[in-house]
């Protein structure tokens, strides 16, 4: 396929931008160590490609694992403690 194409079906989006590990793990900032051995667990939880002997990442499959791994706002206020409601004060009222 001549050059041109590839680039302006690349930049339409068509094929994906694909990471290497090591950047990848400077995306997440975590370490390709952490990256390597998700690769071994029976479900990865970061999904990846193997062209031949190398890994790569896609970068819509990195996006789509921080959006679900973002954790939910703590929107609920806790409930406030009085001086009596510590652990310390119930210990010294039940001796």
């Known amino acids: 396929m001549p050059k041109?194409?590839?680039?302006?079906?690349?930049?339409?989006?068509?094929?994906?931008?694909?990471?290497?590990?090591?950047?990848?793990?400077?995306?997440?900032?975590?370490?390709?160590d952490t990256l390597s051995a998700w690769r071994y667990l029976p479900s990865c939880p970061l999904r990846f490609i193997r062209l031949g002997r190398s890994v790569r990442y896609r970068e819509d499959d990195i996006i789509k694992f921080l959006e679900a791994s973002a954790a939910a706002p703590r929107c609920i206020k806790p409930p406030s403690r009085t001086k009596n409601d510590t652990p310390i004060a119930k210990a010294a009222k039940t001796a």
């Open 4 to 32: 041109g194409n590839f680039e302006s079906t690349h930049r339409l989006g068509l094929i994906p931008r694909l990471l290497k590990p090591e950047e990848a793990a400077q995306a997440l900032r975590i370490s390709e």
